[in-house]
């Protein structure tokens, strides 16, 4: 698909060149790729999983997830407002302004009934970070550094409402592609996208290392109120859930704590 120059992203640029290579590994990359290897782990003890110990008590942690869930953790990890708290993005014409997002900031798209993040660093790194378990792909948690020339075909994809080139940005299979086709005489070009919020980025923030990754596993001074994000505006999170289940709930913390224990050991051993 040749790029296309209607609705470019700001510094739109061709070549793939430009990725950091791991010599240059800075303590956010660090916490980034300590998030996608150890993915079980993150979504296991992220706090901000309204079912935390529900998930646990299945002992699938990966396969249980929600894509709402990932956005707040980004954020807390970053010390930035709950996602939502951003600044709405709009066009004159009152629609998401998807196609204006630049360096220096961090983008939460609400996108065709899925959260996602646009993580667009002041030196130019752009990382995608979502979970997206109706994909097929394999790692349904991604976290994936991607160059301006991807981010643009994905801009072109929602703007376009090009079901196909949205699935291919996915990284998507058969059956995915297959049920966005099911849909696509409710999809209108311009439409994929349905909000977009946009918080800045200070330069300091690329220096964020796995201390704060730490800080937000072991839920100590978040940097945004948990009713900034729960609408439910619960206090513990999940342990109501399990009123006539004690035996799970046990079973739940348990795990919990043997997660804990190994992230614990993997942190110290950086």
């Known amino acids: 698909m040749s790029q296309s120059t209607d609705y470019p992203v700001t510094g739109v640029f061709e070549s793939d060149?430009?990725?950091?290579?791991?010599?240059?590994?800075?303590?956010?990359?660090e916490v980034l790729d300590f998030m996608s290897e150890h993915a079980e782990i993150v979504l296991a003890l992220n706090?901000?999983?309204?079912?935390?110990?529900?998930?646990?008590?299945?002992?699938?942690?990966?396969?249980?997830?929600?894509?709402?869930?990932?956005?707040?953790?980004?954020?807390?990890?970053l010390r930035l407002k709950a996602p939502e708290?951003?600044?709405?993005?709009?066009?004159?014409?009152?629609?998401?302004c998807y196609h204006s997002m630049r360096p220096g900031h961090y983008y939460y798209?609400?996108?065709?009934?899925?959260h996602l993040s646009i993580l667009y660093t002041c030196s130019g790194d752009i990382w995608y970070i979502d979970y997206y378990n109706k994909t097929?792909?394999?790692?349904?948690?991604?976290?994936?550094?991607?160059?301006?020339?991807?981010?643009?075909?994905?801009?072109?994809?929602?703007?376009?409402?090009?079901?196909?080139?949205?699935?291919?940005?996915?990284?998507?299979?058969?059956?995915?592609?297959?049920?966005?086709?099911?849909?696509?005489?409710?999809?209108?070009p311009g439409s994929l996208v349905e909000a977009i919020y946009e918080q800045e980025l200070p330069v300091e923030k690329e220096w964020l290392g796995l201390s704060e990754l730490r800080r937000v596993i072991e839920e100590t001074a978040p940097s945004f109120p948990i009713n900034d994000f729960d609408a439910c505006d619960r206090e513990f999170y999940v342990e109501d859930d399990f009123s006539d289940r004690p035996t799970e709930l046990e079973k739940a913390k348990k795990l919990k704590a043997a997660y804990m224990t190994v992230f614990q050991l993997l942190i110290e051993d950086k």
């Open 17 to 29: 060149k430009g990725v950091c290579s791991k010599e240059c590994t800075s303590p956010l990359e």
């Open 47 to 77: 706090p901000y999983n309204m079912h935390q110990l529900d998930t646990l008590s299945q002992s699938r942690p990966i396969g249980r997830n929600c894509c709402f869930w990932i956005p707040p953790l980004i954020c807390d990890i």
């Open 85 to 96: 708290k951003g600044k709405l993005l709009l066009t004159s014409g009152g629609h998401a």
């Open 136 to 188: 097929g792909r394999d790692a349904v948690f991604r976290v994936e550094k991607i160059t301006l020339k991807q981010l643009n075909r994905f801009v072109r994809a929602v703007t376009e409402g090009d079901i196909r080139a949205y699935s291919r940005f996915h990284k998507g299979d058969k059956g995915f592609l297959k049920s966005l086709r099911s849909v696509s005489k409710y999809i209108k």
């Open 109 to 114: 798209l609400e996108c065709f009934n899925h």
